[in-house]
């Protein structure tokens, strides 16, 4: 959705016809496997279940002993990778996997991950679930020293930054390239002999160790391993990069220690509800994110209404803390991506219409809290509220089961910029006359930490990452000027 224009007031009605550009959209999901003959299927299946992660693009690299194979592809996982041709061109007992929603670099197959290079000590494949904050700083050196670099992704930094270390070893070399990089990141690499895997000194980005049959498989999210029946060995810890080969599993320390800090919008809204992160539940943190939602931000009503998917579980914590009926006043078209017609003004003008329908059965003449995850710029949250006014509503009350999202990320998620923030740029009335609802509230920092099994935010040793609420940024952001940020990477236009 867009934003309230500078410098004139925005209603509703102004943004009708932006439906895409009002929700988090984390950068990616990373998988691996090594020692299995079905490594690629087992990879694609992976992919599968991390679809939620990215669906802008996705790719496989294996090694069958002398070659490696890849495939990367524009679109979803099912549409390229579940053809027998497909797989069975991905020969190898070592796979790494990736799929993509960019954050950086544009959408073009020269940026679909994994990216492979080809090194004297033998080749790599590499792909990163994150975002460097240095990463324009590092191109622009790494230009100047006469590197050429064939993607706009902050992906290629890494491989470049492993190329030119003088370490004997593959294994020194890519620890010696972390050791340069900030930001956040989970990292998998397939070598001719190896997988590994990385994750950030603060482990704002997940990554999980899983088993099958004696099979190491590494990946963003559990519900990977789930798919393919492997077994939860353990989280990669925050600053650890794991060695996989024939001889077993090494880890490395190579960082100063840290207290773990993963991003809490993993909980919030990114990993799928039947995944455990940092060993809790995501289904039961986002119910507990309700419960404290109706004990923080009460209002009498007659049902309660999920903003369908991401608003469900927390709506059922806010029913049953508040006694007030859950339904399902809101149906879902979960066959609706991109228009299916040409997007005339009428078709847009129809917005959140076409993914969401009011069941008039459940609306009519209630008092209805309405529960969503996050807000973001409000133009969904109008829509959805008008539909609901539409379908009989008595009243409309929204509630948020998240902060007021105030500052914009630089570690792979997808936010606006500061100023085209809604809760940044308004108070709690203008935001509720903005969406049009009788009332809107948030949960409260305290309550999403609450709901994490604290009693309350250690404003000296944050649990999270939670700068998006906060401010409260724990790297460096080298990058973070806008001039930066928005530079043009690449004088190349691909067309296709």
Known sequence: MTHPDEGRKTTPRDVDNDVEGDFLREKCGVFGVFGHSDAAAFTALGLHALQHRGQEAAGIVTFDGRHFHSERRMGLVGDHFSKASVIDRLAGEGAIGHCRYATTGDTIMRNVQPLYADLAGGGI???????LTNALSLRRQLIRDGAICQSTSDTEVILHLVARSTKPRLVDKFIEALRQIEGAYSLVA?????????????????????DLDGTPILASETCALDIIGARYVRDVENGEVVVISKDGIESH???????VRPCIFEYIYFARPDSVVGGKSVYEVRKRMGQELATDRPVPADVVVPVPDSG?????????????PFELGIIRNHYVGRTFIEPTQQIRALGVRLKHSANRSQIAGKRVVLIDDSLVRGTTSARIVQM???????????????????????????TPEKENLLASQMSLEEMCKFIGADTLDFLSVDGIYRAMGHNHRDADEPQYTDHCFTGDYPTTLTD????????????????G
């Open 190 to 210: 397939l070598t001719n002999k190896k997988l590994i895997g990385a994750r950030d000194p603060l482990g704002i980005r997940p990554l999980v160790l899983g």
């Open 480 to 495: 973070k000027s806008a001039s930066e940020r928005d530079e043009h990477l690449s004088l190349l236009a691909e067309t």
């Open 388 to 414: 609901i006014r539409e379908a009989g509503a008595k009243e409309v009350h929204m509630r948020i089961a998240s902060p007021p999202i105030t500052h914009p990320d630089y570690y792979g998620i997808d």
């Open 253 to 259: 320390k190579p960082f100063p220690p840290q207290k």
């Open 125 to 131: 494949a590499v792909c990163h679930n994150g975002n």
């Open 312 to 324: 469900v579980p927390a709506a059922i914590g806010y029913s049953q803390a508040s006694g007030i």
